[in-house]
């Protein structure tokens, strides 16, 4: 499956952003979806994930609260809604795959990635 991600851009602290990634090629409804980020030094890190049914949802500690993950089979679409975004929120944002139906915060799990878009914002 291929995964397009979009959305990023630059905001001030407070603000809000909404990512959208796009699937297409394989079975989505099939996939659990994870989005994950990277800022520069750092690690890949786990913010969010939401099961096949998109009933089940997880959150990095950093984000809850602030972030929602959800999905809509049927636009084979998955979404970050970022609120109240803070200069450490900062990053390159990953949409991923993951075959097995269960959110992990592993990336190894998953198994396609999106290209990433980035999330700069301003204190």
């Known amino acids: 499956v291929q995964l397009q991600a979009s959305g990023g851009g630059l905001v001030q602290a407070g603000g809000s952003l909404r990512l959208s990634c796009a699937a297409s090629?394989?079975?989505?409804?099939?996939?659990?979806m994870g989005w994950f980020r990277q800022a520069p030094g750092k690690e890949r890190e786990f913010v969010a994930g939401?099961?096949?049914?998109?009933?089940?949802?997880d959150y990095a500690d950093a984000v809850k609260g602030r972030f929602t993950i959800s999905r809509d089979n049927a636009k084979t679409t998955v979404y970050l809604q970022m609120n109240n975004l803070q200069p450490e929120d900062t990053a390159v944002y990953y949409c991923?795959?993951?075959?097995?139906?269960?959110?992990?915060?592993?990336?190894?799990?998953?198994?396609?990635w999106g290209q990433g878009t980035q999330v700069t914002v301003s204190s």
């Open positions: 090629g394989g079975t989505f409804s099939s996939y659990a």
């Open positions: 939401v099961t096949v049914s998109g009933v089940n949802t």
């Open positions: 991923a795959a993951n075959q097995r139906n269960y959110i992990s915060k592993s990336l190894f799990v998953y198994t396609f």
